[in-house]
């Protein structure tokens, strides 16, 4: 049974420029949520994707988009990167479930330098 | 403002010890609670979920949650230097929907350092 995946697992860009994240969920999951993670931090969460709709939203700018796909795989998008975007992304995944008994399993992550 | 606080260390215990590793947070309406194992470079390892006040335990671990208190704690018996890392404490805040929900809030994370 595969886990989360995320690709790529590096990437360097500069100031300025667009990049593209992707996300495939646990086998089974329908629920894709995004977290970035800088150095000495715990993941600060960007956005949850359910049903092709981004259900809730952390505190990020306009410059974080996303999408969710029919088969649940998922991307994220930032525009106009700054320093400040270089940071761990971590991809996770969840299962339907009732009340709040929810586990959310992470990817291995892409780390994001920008330059 | 919705906030889970750790100690961040480093705590350094020596092998065989028990490592106590403790999270607080600020909405008592939180309902959900996780622990999560991070390697130096890599991605959160769920550990531990809790929902009920109380101890759960699995193999060395054990998580204790006190709802009145809004803490919950994780204790590693018999540590082995491979437990060294950062471990994450993650609360889930948002109830409103059925179904897969919420998003986690996390704290800093405690490193821990298990010597030999």
């Known amino acids: 049974d595969a886990g989360v995946t995320q690709s790529p697992t590096h990437l360097i860009k500069t100031r300025g420029q667009q990049v593209t994240l992707r996300c495939s969920p646990k086998?089974?999951?329908?629920?894709v949520s995004w977290y970035q993670q800088a150095l000495g931090q715990g993941p600060q969460f960007i956005f949850q994707?359910?049903?092709?709709?981004?259900?809730q939203r952390g505190n990020f700018p306009d410059r974080f988009s996303g999408h969710q796909f029919p088969n649940y795989s998922s991307e994220l998008n930032v525009n106009a990167l700054l320093l400040g975007d270089s940071a761990l992304y971590l991809c996770?995944?969840?299962?339907?479930?009732?009340?709040?008994?929810?586990?959310?399993?992470f990817g291995p992550g892409t780390r994001l330098t920008v330059l | 403002q919705k906030e889970v606080e750790q100690n961040s260390g480093p705590l350094s215990v020596p092998e065989g010890a028990i490592a106590s590793l403790n999270c607080t947070y600020s909405?008592?309406?939180?309902?959900?609670f996780f622990w999560y194992r991070q390697y130096s470079g890599k991605s959160p390892e769920l550990i531990m979920s809790?929902?009920?006040?109380g101890d759960k335990e699995d193999g060395r671990f054990t998580a204790q949650l006190n709802k009145a208190s809004q803490y919950v704690s994780l204790l590693i018996r018999d540590s082995q230097p491979s437990d060294s890392a950062t471990y994450l404490c993650?609360?889930?805040?948002?109830?409103?929907?059925?179904?897969?929900?919420?998003?986690?809030?996390f704290g800093k994370g405690t490193k821990l350092s298990v010597k030999p």
């Open positions: 994707y359910y049903e092709e709709e981004e259900r």
């Open positions: 086998s089974g999951h329908d629920t």
């Open positions: 993650a609360v889930n805040f948002n109830m409103n929907y059925g179904g897969s929900q919420g998003n986690l809030i």
């Open positions: 809790i929902y009920s006040n």
């Open positions: 996770a995944s969840s299962a339907p479930g009732t009340t709040y008994t929810d586990t959310q399993y």
């Open positions: 909405d008592r309406g939180s309902q959900s």
